[in-house]
């Protein structure tokens, strides 16, 4: 009996022992390491680990993604039009000397006054101290499109008083009115009349229907003194 209780204390060491190598192989077996592990500064990896896992220098600059646009600067001198090119030419006529250009001619033919004027069908005739003035003009067109005179870009005063022109049933001088078309190449030779007063001293007369398309406004003025008569028409 003595001998069972002296064989305990080695029975209970032999337990502790194997209960000691069964728990370290079950930590291997299973992974788990009991070293800590060794401390990485958070400002090393920020500069020299990039976000797929690839070093890269610290000092080095980021390469942009996005390639910068050149900013052109316009001169103002360049986009605008010189000034010459959008003037208007006042281009006056009389009865002596007429306006020619590249594009057309226009020349005075006639100015007279008549109290009326009649044919075997018609007959006009001007109101109580009126008569009807008429001026004869000849255009020739050097264009290569037909050229229209617009009788609404006409104005015209009186000793000052604004007037519209008249219209006629019949042909004064065997001439047809002005405003029309005017061929390639062809000249026309036309009338536009007025009814004004018999003491009338001064008429004048502004036409721009040429002053978007060529830059030119046509003037002339006359007085009685200014009176012959136009050509035999043809």
């Excluded at 061929?183 to 001064?202: A, H, N, Q």
Aim: hydrophobic content about 30%; overall charge negative; aromatic content about 10%.
């Amino acid at each position: 009996m003595k001998k069972i209780y002296n064989f305990i204390p080695s029975i209970l060491c032999v337990i502790i022992l194997f209960s000691s190598c069964g728990k370290t192989e079950t930590d291997i077996k299973t992974g788990q390491s009991t070293l800590p592990s060794p401390a990485v500064s958070s400002s090393e990896g920020n500069n020299n680990i990039t976000s797929g896992g690839n070093k890269k220098a610290g000092n080095e600059p980021e390469a942009s993604s996005e390639t910068e646009t050149p900013i052109v600067t316009e001169n103002p001198e360049q986009s605008q039009e010189p000034e010459e090119n959008n003037k208007t030419i006042e281009a006056v006529i009389d009865t002596k000397s007429g306006y020619a250009d590249d594009n057309r001619q226009i020349n005075v033919i006639g100015l007279k006054t008549y109290k009326k004027i009649k044919s075997k069908l018609y007959k006009d005739k001007a109101a109580k101290n009126k008569e009807f003035l008429v001026l004869f003009l000849e255009i020739n067109n050097k264009l290569n499109d037909k050229d229209y005179i617009n009788v609404n870009y006409l104005s015209t005063k009186v000793d000052g008083k604004e007037i519209k022109n008249s219209v006629l049933f019949n042909e004064p001088e065997g001439f047809q009115t002005i405003f029309k078309n005017i061929e390639p190449g062809e000249t026309l030779r036309g009338f536009i009349v007025w009814e004004v007063p018999e003491d009338w001293k001064k008429i004048e007369v502004i036409y721009d229907g040429w002053k978007d398309s060529s830059n030119l406004s046509l003037n002339c003025t006359f007085t009685p003194d200014d009176y012959f008569d136009p050509p035999q028409y043809s």
